[in-house]
């Protein structure tokens, strides 16, 4: 009887982990269109490119000041309603953005975005990992991180197909988050409760409880946004041409993007704390490399790993996050996750380039490899305390 019931809930638990991933798909879709559609328009219009960064930054901002709203959201709706709603407000706040056309208007626009997509994203999040049977987590994240980079990549590609001029590449994105919320509204039912009564856990509540998870969060988000945000800055430094550093970008980007389902399988083999630490020493490596090979055939392969290790160590949390928690405790994890995503994307890349301003190029290497020493020495320390 047992085995009768394991082998008809499989099948749906694995059509609500495809139906969950499908959703946060295409949310990661339209965000990644909005991000350079929005550049490309203020630039048009002559905005300076200061005002541009600070116009991107309302969104993470967005994101930072609404998790800690998160759990009450999900306890006061319900999870699954307050996802569907937030599905629909942004498609209502993107469609309003399309129209205002105004740099001014976009900053409350662009914050209201933030606030409203990231509960969608992080209680998809935390279905995914609720959903992934424990012995199979490390692949089913594996290729969730995939499928996320997958999806913001996607993004730009979409502008090449209906460009960046009028209303096409804003319906593409309505489209895209109305369509996100069909997905979600036909795995609802066999979705897990995540918003369960009883003794609950805050966002503030959660940090005491993970800080090491929460500061590798932190770690990834300001890897990531420096070396998207600087290594063209850092590539000018040895004469290398703008066409040559997007195509280490790119390659960069497709190592993320290939190498998460070997890391979660590995993470299966091992534990998603050793894994992570293998992917921080591994990215401390790159940034020591970096200056060595930048002139030579081999940075391409060394900046394919280095993407791969550096956006491992945020696939190696959220495993070890659904490892370690469930429940609401799970819920606040999740949304302090995305906070400190929000905190390290803003804090590192504008030190890395304080930094780059005071010594020259080798800031961006020196300060991300340091960063990242930090957090594997912290590692070793708190498996030693344990």
Excluded at 317 to 338: D, K, M, P, W, Y
Aim: proline content about 6%; hydrophobic content about 55%; glycine content about 10%.
């Amino acid at each position: 009887m047992d085995l009768a019931e394991t082998s008809r809930d499989e099948p749906m638990q694995w059509a609500a982990i495809t139906g969950v991933i499908a959703t946060v798909s295409v949310f990661a879709i339209a965000q990644g269109l909005s991000y350079p559609l929005l550049s490309f328009i203020l630039q048009r219009q002559g905005v300076s490119p200061a005002m541009i960064g600070l116009s991107a930054a309302m969104t993470p901002v967005g994101f930072i000041l609404s998790s800690p709203m998160i759990p009450a959201l999900a306890r006061r709706f319900g999870a699954g309603r307050t996802a569907l709603i937030c599905a629909a407000l942004s498609a209502l706040v993107l469609a309003l953005i399309g129209w205002t056309q105004n740099v001014y208007l976009w900053f409350p626009l662009r914050f209201l975005i933030g606030v409203v997509t990231n509960p969608l994203y992080v209680l998809s999040e935390i279905w995914v990992i609720a959903l992934a049977p424990p012995s199979r987590r490390g692949r089913v994240m594996g290729v969730y991180s995939t499928i996320i980079s997958a999806g913001f990549a996607a993004g730009p590609l979409c502008l090449l197909a209906v460009g960046t001029e009028g209303w096409p590449p804003f319906l593409v994105g309505i489209a895209a988050f109305v369509f996100c919320g069909g997905c979600l509204a036909l795995v609802l039912p066999r979705l897990p409760k995540v918003d369960e009564a009883g003794h609950q856990v805050s966002v503030m509540g959660f940090m005491p409880m993970a800080w090491l998870l929460l500061s590798a969060v932190v770690v990834a988000a300001g890897f990531e946004q420096g070396v998207l945000a600087l290594l063209p800055v850092y590539g000018t430094h040895y004469g290398i041409t703008e066409a040559r550093m997007s195509a280490l970008l790119s390659m960069m980007i497709a190592g993320n993007i290939a190498m998460q389902v070997p890391l979660g399988l590995l993470a299966e083999r091992l534990t998603a704390r050793l894994v992570r630490f293998i992917c921080v020493s591994l990215t401390v490596l790159g940034c020591a490399l970096l200056t060595l090979l930048i002139e030579t055939p081999l940075i391409w392969p060394c900046v394919f790993i280095w993407g791969a290790v550096s956006y491992g160590i945020y696939t190696m949390s959220i495993i070890e996050l659904g490892e370690r928690f469930t429940g609401s405790a799970l819920v606040a994890g999740n949304a302090a996750f995305s906070l400190m995503w929000g905190v390290g994307g803003i804090l590192v890349p504008p030190l890395t380039g304080g930094v780059m301003d005071v010594i020259g190029a080798s800031g961006l290497p020196l300060t991300l490899g340091v960063i990242c020493a930090v957090l594997a020495v912290a590692t070793v320390l708190r498996r030693r305390m344990v």
